[in-house]
């Protein structure tokens, strides 16, 4: 286990002083962004220990991490909704921690069904947590229209920057942050440190799953997988995670704790790319041969729809 990768970790106070160093593009509140939540789109799920200090609890449709540092909890994604959230909060306390004591909520990118429980944890569980979002996908959402992957209410405040290379320790866990755009332009994933019953390891977490059918963003994927590689290789990664499983895999982590099946998500440092980002690779592929490419859509003729009503983009392109 290699952790040299940590070894510029700043604290969150440190990372939120540099962040509001810099200009920052305001809360867009306009009207028509927000158009009520979305509903769930999977039954919840009992929580299930990942390794020794962290945790997936979500529904079949799409879950968070929890990760307890020692000194209060890490929260990646939120949930759809605000009822996701609910639910997450509780499987929190049914693993025997307090959801209160959520220090950090990381949004791994700008999708509705991770960032949308936010408002209900920043308002009734931890309004003191620190939000941590990258800067483009928060600067996306100022601007894109309230459509597929952009319903429902919208982070309003982020106190942290997520930054190429940016790695935050809170307590006993350093997590650090890579940009992989292609999922979103904001995307980001992971490595942080935890252990599997008493073994250090290292685990990568790629931050988006699909493969959007458009050529530029296929391309972005493609390069962020090989690109997230060099720092898993550095890291030496030898266990890995996602907060999209399937509940078949979900189910084998739980058993793989009983000693009655090998836990899906441990490899070595030498099997990570194979056993992980291969997985990642296969996604590419099957679209580029899928034949269902789509045409990259710049703005429409002055007598085409431009399908973004709800946006200021609508308004300036009226003018």
């Known amino acids: 286990m290699n952790k040299e990768i940590y070894h510029n970790a700043l604290s969150l106070e ?10 920052v593009l305001p809360y867009n509140d306009h009207p028509l ?5 979305k509903q769930s789109a999977g039954a919840p799920l009992e929580p299930i220990r990942v390794f020794d200090h962290v945790w997936w609890a979500g529904s079949k449709a799409v879950g968070s991490i929890i990760i307890d540092t ?7 994604d939120t949930g759809s909704n605000s009822l996701e959230a609910e639910w997450i909060a509780k499987s929190i306390e049914k693993i025997s ?4 004591d959520i220090r950090l909520i990381v949004i791994s990118h700008e999708h509705f069904d991770h960032y949308g429980g936010l408002s209900y944890f920043k308002e009734k569980i931890c309004p003191e947590a620190y939000v941590a979002f990258s800067r483009t996908g928060w600067n996306l959402l100022q601007t894109a229209p309230t459509e597929f992957a952009y319903i429902g209410p919208r982070p309003e405040h982020v106190d942290i920057f997520l930054e190429d290379g940016l790695c935050l320790k809170v307590g006993n866990t350093n997590l650090y942050c890579t940009a992989t755009p292609g999922h979103s332009p904001g995307c980001m994933s992971f490595i942080f440190n935890d252990s599997y ?9 790629m931050g988006g799953s699909a493969v959007w059918p458009d050529l530029p963003e296929i391309r972005l994927y493609q390069n962020s997988v090989e690109y997230f590689k060099l720092f898993t290789d550095k890291a030496e990664c030898d266990a890995f995670t996602a907060v999209h499983q399937k509940k078949e895999t979900l189910d084998q982590v739980k058993e793989s704790w009983n000693g009655k099946v090998p836990h899906p998500w441990l490899c070595t440092k030498e099997t990570f790319d194979s056993a992980c980002l291969d997985e990642f690779r296969t996604l590419v592929r099957t679209v580029l041969k899928s034949h269902e490419i789509q045409t990259y859509k710049m703005f429409a003729g002055p007598d085409q729809p431009l399908h973004d009503e709800g946006s200021p983009v609508a308004e300036w392109n009226q003018k």
């Open 14 to 23: 440190k990372a939120a002083s540099l962040t509001n160093q810099l200009p």
């Open 33 to 37: 962004f927000a158009k009520g939540e």
């Open 70 to 76: 020692g000194d209060g909890l890490i929260l990646i």
């Open 97 to 100: 921690l307090n959801p209160a």
């Open 197 to 205: 019953q008493g073994r250090e390891i290292n685990v990568g977490m």
